[in-house]
């Protein structure tokens, strides 16, 4: 899996196809969808109209809560795969632990893992899962997942659950890398990083912007990271972080700007009815 991808939430109708297509086009080779997204055709036409080849390009699609479940979960797949145009995803995750129905969950999971044995998906992982969210999947399935994709940007590192993932070989993904966050859920009193003092010096010291400085202290630290952007020159100006690196002293100032707020809901309530979101069957 490329570290770096272009992340799609929000993004729709020809706006996403021409992000997606921008993006290939300037070198990303990692797409992240959903079925929530309801871009997933958007997606897909992007991915053909770029000219890249689908073998060369590793793409995300995320199972909703909705059809979590063992059969259902299979259905979802076969729909979301059938509007991205792929036989095959690269990387399958359950969108939300949904701590209130294990079971459910676990089946969901289940069904995962007969994609990946049927080689429908490459891998398959989970996103917003905690630690105990990690445990209870690992009691009763048999893969390991391949990613956890969490929020994590320097207002909220959750350094205990990156540490977790690496104990247990899972690859932590950062989403709301920048802190796009504030921009969907409210800022809610906080500071957002792109607009952080700390941060807008250590990007002058560089000669590098706020939004590259934070993306490289996502790879410095061996984590991928999805920024979303439907504007051209930002989706090229977030791929260009790999010609400077950051300092020890960076990497500390950085550090110290967790807050250990989060910007979205707690994945511990998340239920269908928390986010309540109808996915488009065909
Ligand atoms: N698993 C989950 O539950 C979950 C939850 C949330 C997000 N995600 C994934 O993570 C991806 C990224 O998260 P996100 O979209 O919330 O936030 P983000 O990537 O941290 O930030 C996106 C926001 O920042 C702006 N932006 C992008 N590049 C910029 C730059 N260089 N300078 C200034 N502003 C910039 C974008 O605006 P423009 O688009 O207008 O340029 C957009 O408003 C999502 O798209 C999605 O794929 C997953």
Known sequence: MPALGLGVLQSTGDEAVAAVTTALRAGYRLIDTAAAYGNERE???????????????????????????????????????????????????????????????????????????????????????????????????????????????????????VAADREAGIVTQAWSPIGGVYGWAGENGAVPPLRNEVIAEIAAAHGKTPAQVILRWHLQQGRSAIPKSVTPARIVENLDVFDFALTDGDLHAIAALDTGQRGAVDPAIVTPEVIDLTIDPA
């Open 43 to 161: 997606v897909g036409r992007g991915l053909r109209e770029s000219g890249v080849p689908r073998e060369d390009v590793f793409l995300t699609t995320k199972l909703w809560m909705t059809d979590y479940g063992f059969d259902s979960a299979l259905r979802a797949f076969d729909t979301s795969a059938a509007k991205l145009g792929v036989d095959q995803v690269d990387l399958y995750l359950l969108h939300w632990p949904w701590p209130a129905d294990r079971a459910r969950t676990v089946s969901a999971y289940r069904a995962a893992e007969r994609l990946l044995a049927d080689g429908r998906v490459r891998a398959i992982g989970v996103a917003n899962s905690s630690e105990d969210d990690l445990r209870a999947l690992a009691a009763e399935t048999d893969v390991v997942p391949a990613v956890n994709q969490i929020e994590l940007h320097p207002n909220f590192q959750q350094p205990g659950l």
